[in-house]
């Protein structure tokens, strides 16, 4: 899909320096994972790099099972700090059979 070109790409404006930031998942069932991303834009290219880690998740849970059939929508608090940008977000994840995994996002957007 391409952007349409008469309306502002207020995303790629946002940053013209790039985007850096680490995110910390802390899941209910003991499994976590971190995340660090790096977006910069290469002419009108938006590229984005991601280094993600996961530890703990239990061998016989939804992660490790490929059971989770995706995120509740949800918003983040987002709070100025030392110079960045904090934010935290308790999300859902879904899972089959109705079940819901509860998910920890503790975010720094420098």
Same mark, same amino acid.
């Given at each position: ?15 013209? !320096?790039?985007?850096?930031?680490? %995110? ?27 280094? *993600?880690?996961?530890?703990? *998740? ?8 490929? %059971?989770?059939?995706?995120? !509740? ?23 089959? %059979? ?11 957007? %420098?």
């Amino acid at each position: 899909i391409k952007y349409p070109a008469d309306i502002p790409d207020y995303f790629k404006k946002a940053f013209p !320096e790039g985007l850096t930031y680490d %995110r910390k998942l802390t899941f209910e069932d003991g499994g976590c994972a971190t995340a660090t991303v790096e977006m910069s834009l290469r002419g009108n290219t938006l590229v984005h790099k991601t280094n *993600f880690h996961g530890a703990n *998740f239990p061998i016989d849970g939804p992660v490790m099972q490929n %059971r989770t059939l995706g995120w !509740e929508p949800t918003s983040e608090k987002m709070t100025p700090c030392d110079g960045i940008i904090k934010g935290d977000t308790v999300m859902y994840l879904l899972v089959e %059979r109705g079940k819901m995994l509860k998910c920890r996002y503790e975010n720094n957007y %420098r």
